[in-house]
């Protein structure tokens, strides 16, 4: 069967929330063997997203992990307690079990936990994902790269490639980076995800825009990423923003008759 893909989809309580999600869910939809583990920024499961992932029709895990106040600041990271969470519960799902009955026998082999193909993919709430990004994602061996759209201040970034290899990046913003790219730009098998346990996003001494860096170089090389979208010649993916929605009319005290979730 096809590996699976999980996406890890940080997500937050905003005006927008339930419309962005709409639009995620409608993708996810559409797309074979995927398992969305949606990490709601809060302290407690919200109603509007458990109603919405009982009905949405995509087979979803829902996590909820608050970010600690003093890192909702601008120019801070966003989500990076709701990525590990995400990771968590992978490790923890997949987590070797050991027989005690077995090992005690003595007679057989430790037993190895089985566990199925699979892509980690991280998906902002945001973001635009097309159909063919899951194709080219489903068949990644390690870490596998991409081109994303509208980001870092140009049309695209890309991951430059010549022979099948990654060999620098095209981006307008800290080309220092050691891997120049977006969250949206990249995935991991699970089984990499399960055999680096200790890789995880940081808070600690992570500068702004190098949560991916920061992450990939925990569990692999620019030598040995896997080029997707056509040798990274094709936009599969765009780092939408979702504009703040205008609210300077809704009334002081409520006026309408009924109660209506947005
Ligand atoms: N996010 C979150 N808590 C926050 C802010 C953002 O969980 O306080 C989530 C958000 O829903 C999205 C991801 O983190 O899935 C990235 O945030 P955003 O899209 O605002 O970042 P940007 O597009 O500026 O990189
Ligand atoms: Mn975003």
Redesign the pocket.
Known sequence: SLPIIYAI????SRPV?KA?LTRLANTFRQVPRLHWIV???SPHPTDLVSRFLSEASVRATHLHVP?PRRY?RSGLP??TE?RNAGLAWLRQKYQPKTSHHLQRSGAQPPVQQEYPAGVVFFA????TYSLELFQEMRTTQKVSVWPVGLVGGRRYERPVVENGKVVGWYTGWRADRPFAID?AGFAVSLQVILSSPKAVFKRRGSQPGMQESDFLKQITTVQELEPKANNCTKVLVW?T?TEKVNLANEPKHPQDTIKIEV
């Open positions: 989809t940080p997500t937050y929330q962005e990490v709601e920024d970010t909702k966003r989500a709701q902002d709430d945001d973001n969250m780092h923003r």
